[in-house]
C-alpha cells in the first residue's frame, strides 16, 4: 500500500501484565472509512487511545504517514495530531459554550485567523453538518443527533486528514444513526478525510465501512480484516456470529 494515511505495525495492548490484544498489522488507505469492530472488552476503544497517543503500547508502533507517532517527541506529537479531527462517544461539547463558540475554539487556539474569518468557519462547518441557524445554541438545548452533529463540525474544525469517531451511534434511535451515518459519508467525500470509526453497529458497519478489522477477547487478536459486506458472509465463524447478532456487544 502506498503511503498510508495510519499504519499500526506489531501493536500490543496491555494493561500491566494482563494482555488486551497482541500483534496487530494493519494499514488505513488515505479516503477511506476503517471500522475497528468487535464485541464488548475487545480493545476497540483502547486501540482508539493508542493512535490519539492517549496510552502507550506494551510493544510496537502507529505511524502517521511515513513517521513514527509512538517514538514522536511531545512537540512532533502535537504536530501531527494537527493533522486529527476526533468526535468522541458523548460529544464533548462545553455545555457553557453556544454551538458557535465551541466549534471556533480549536480555530482560535491553533490558527491566527481573524475573529470575522472564524466567524465565516464556524458556520460553513456547522451548515455542513445541517446546523446553520443553531450558532447561538447551546448544546443542552439540542436532541442527541444534533449534539452528535456539532461535535462533527467541531472535529472539522481545522479541515482533519484524519478523522476519528468513536460510536457514532451510541444513544441514538436507529434512524438518527443511520442519517449520522450518511453525513459522515458526505463530509469524508466533501473534505477528502480519511475516516477511522470505532463501533459495535452492524447497521452502522455495513453501510459505511470500506474495510473493517475484527478484534476478539478471547482470542487477543484481530480476527478478520477486510469489507465488511464480505466478513459478514464468509468470515471466519465468530466475525460471522457478530454480524448475526449473536455474539455480545
Not at 441514538?172 to 477511522?196: E, F, S
Not at 464480505?230 to 466475525?239: F, I, K, M, N, Q
Request: aromatic share 6%; hydrophobic share 45%.
Amino acid at each position: 500500500m502506498d503511503d498510508p494515511a495510519l499504519s499500526v505495525r506489531d501493536l500490543t495492548m496491555a494493561f500491566g501484565d494482563r494482555v488486551l490484544v497482541r500483534g496487530l498489522d494493519f494499514a488505513i488507505r488515505r479516503g477511506e472509512v476503517f471500522v475497528v469492530m468487535g464485541g464488548s472488552g475487545c480493545g476497540k476503544s483502547t486501540l482508539l487511545r493508542h493512535m490519539l497517543g492517549l496510552q502507550e503500547p506494551a510493544a510496537g508502533e502507529v505511524l502517521y504517514g511515513t513517521e513514527s507517532f509512538t517514538a514522536a517527541g511531545p512537540a512532533d506529537r502535537e504536530r501531527l495530531l494537527r493533522r486529527v479531527g476526533v468526535l468522541y462517544q458523548g460529544s464533548a461539547l462545553w455545555t457553557s459554550m453556544t454551538l458557535a463558540e465551541n466549534v471556533a475554539l480549536p480555530l482560535q487556539q491553533f490558527t491566527r485567523l481573524p475573529a470575522d474569518r472564524i466567524r465565516e468557519v464556524v458556520e460553513l462547518k456547522l451548515s455542513l453538518v445541517g446546523l446553520h441557524g443553531f450558532e447561538e445554541f447551546y448544546p443542552w438545548e439540542l436532541s442527541g443527533g444534533m449534539q452528535k452533529r456539532a461535535g462533527l463540525a467541531r472535529a472539522i474544525a481545522l479541515d482533519p486528514e484524519i478523522l476519528f469517531i468513536d460510536e457514532p451511534s451510541a444513544s441514538l434511535d436507529p434512524p438518527t444513526g443511520r442519517r449520522l451515518d450518511r453525513l459522515i459519508l458526505q463530509l469524508r467525500d466533501a473534505l477528502g478525510t480519511t475516516v477511522v470509526v470505532v463501533t459495535h453497529d452492524v447497521a452502522s458497519i455495513l453501510g459505511i465501512g470500506t474495510r473493517a478489522l475484527f478484534l476478539d477477547a478471547e482470542e487477543q487478536r484481530a480476527l478478520a480484516e477486510g469489507p465488511p459486506a464480505e466478513l459478514a458472509a464468509s468470515g471466519p465463524p465468530r466475525v460471522r456470529a457478530f454480524f448475526a447478532g449473536t455474539v455480545r456487544s
